[in-house]
């Protein structure tokens, strides 16, 4: 039987840097972890009142944060869970006739334009809202943003745990749609009123601030299924509850502690997508980590490009074209040509060595795989005309 690798105890950069706090890397020496954000993970555990940090192997520097990382507390730190609150990724079954890429990318919606209460009342979207619209944020319903979101129309690959996954409702060859979107500019702002006073340092009122953050949790969840729901109408499906719908960017009381994580998916015994690239498959987990990894895994395959870099060795390498089709054979839904070069496949890490490094240290069980069919970054306008007029020939 081989031996479960021990876990990387990363030393303080200096002893004026160290803090009370442990700080573990769950990646092995093969994994690619910047210095720079291993210095995060320390400049963190010398805060007042941290007592551990756990960093992923998707860890990546983040603004003023390690992104792919689970920080633990008796203090709560708002810029530890950082602007995008609520950020998280969904899963929902989807069933279609026939699942042709080029076809279906042209009936792709417009998820930068926002469902309006008003203009869009009669949109059969509106379904899946079950009460209020949490802080009554209105702004940017049914959007996707910009960065590193997406929507995906994807295949179940390879199934690694049968039984897991007919639990869950999949089996292979099934089609999803994976949703990775946040709180759209509402948790921006809960952060900006506290940083605008108190810096980056701990909340003042923590119950204030936790009442605003699980505003913006429950909005990201919504947002999750409005999106899902604007796509299944325009690919002629019916919308489905979501067998996954994780976040990792969050933080809540456990164990007595603030357990905040930024990019760091929940992992206590519950079921995760963690997302690869839009062109290599991305992995549905059973998550089984303990306190040692502060009960969180990875959330994708974390950068290892900045996205000045990601810009300009693409452009070196790859036309627009190449990257509008990928080595699965999927295709990419993007009219922003600098994000398509940003969000390359090349500027992340190999999702195979994280969800390795995961099973090595014992923190998640793959259970199978999603192989991208259609991925969704932002609008293409200028394939609009195109799309209509195939619609105009459907209709005739």
């Known amino acids: 039987m081989s031996q479960r690798p021990s876990r990387q105890e990363s030393?303080?950069?200096?002893?004026?840097?160290?803090?009370?706090?442990?700080?573990t890397v769950f990646a092995s020496p093969a994994s690619w972890i910047e210095s720079d954000a291993l210095a995060q993970c320390h400049q963190v555990a010398a805060l007042d009142g941290m007592t551990r940090v756990a960093a992923m192997p998707d860890l990546h520097p983040g603004k003023g944060a390690p992104i792919g990382a689970a920080m633990t507390s008796?203090?709560?730190?708002?810029?530890?869970?950082?602007?995008d609150i609520g950020c998280g990724i969904a899963v929902f079954p989807i069933r279609l006739?026939?699942?042709?890429?080029e076809r279906l990318a042209a009936r792709f919606p417009d998820l930068?334009?926002?469902l309006d209460p008003e203009r869009d009342a009669d949109d059969p979207v509106w379904a899946v809202v079950k009460g209020d619209i949490p802080a009554g944020h209105v702004e940017g319903l049914g959007t996707v943003g910009r960065g590193n979101h997406f929507v995906e129309l994807a295949r179940i690959g390879t199934v690694l745990e049968p039984d897991h996954a007919s639990r869950l409702g999949v089996a292979e060859g099934d089609l999803v749609l994976v949703v990775h979107s946040g709180s759209r500019g509402l948790g921006e702002r809960i952060l900006r009123a506290h940083t605008e006073v108190h810096g980056a340092g701990p909340a003042p009122d923590p119950g204030a601030?936790?009442?605003?953050?699980?505003?913006a949790v429950r909005w990201g969840s919504l947002n999750r299924r409005l999106m899902a729901a604007r796509v299944a109408h325009a690919l002629g499906a019916e919308p489905a509850e979501p067998i996954v719908d994780r976040c990792h960017n969050l933080v809540e009381i456990r164990d007595g502690l603030y357990l905040h994580r930024k990019g760091a998916a929940p992992g206590d015994g519950c079921d995760v997508l963690i997302a690869g690239t839009r062109g290599t498959p991305s992995y549905l987990v059973a998550a089984h980590a303990g306190p040692d990894a502060c009960h969180s895994v990875a959330?994708?395959?974390?950068?290892?490009?900045?996205?000045?870099?990601?810009l300009r060795r693409g452009r070196a390498k790859h036309t627009v074209e190449e990257l509008r089709r990928t080595p699965v054979g999927s295709l990419v839904v993007c009219g922003d040509r600098q994000l398509l070069f940003e969000e390359a496949p090349?500027?992340?890490k190999r999702i195979e060595q994280v969800i390795s490094d995961l099973v090595d240290h014992g923190l998640a069980t793959p259970v199978a795989t999603t192989v991208p069919l259609v991925?969704?970054?932002?609008?293409d306008l200028g394939a609009s005309p195109r799309r209509d007029r195939r619609r105009e020939r459907g209709r005739r």
Do not use: E, W
């Not at 950069?13 to 442990?22: I, K, L, M």
């Open 209 to 215: 601030y936790l009442a605003m953050h699980d505003d």
């Open 97 to 101: 006739k026939r699942a042709v890429p």
């Open 11 to 23: 030393p303080p950069p200096s002893p004026a840097a160290a803090g009370p706090a442990t700080v």
């Open 112 to 114: 930068d334009r926002a």
């Open 346 to 348: 090349t500027a992340y």
């Open 299 to 310: 959330h994708g395959a974390g950068r290892k490009m900045s996205r000045a870099d990601a």
């Open 375 to 379: 991925t969704y970054k932002t609008a």
């Open 74 to 83: 008796t203090v709560l730190y708002p810029f530890l869970v950082g602007s």
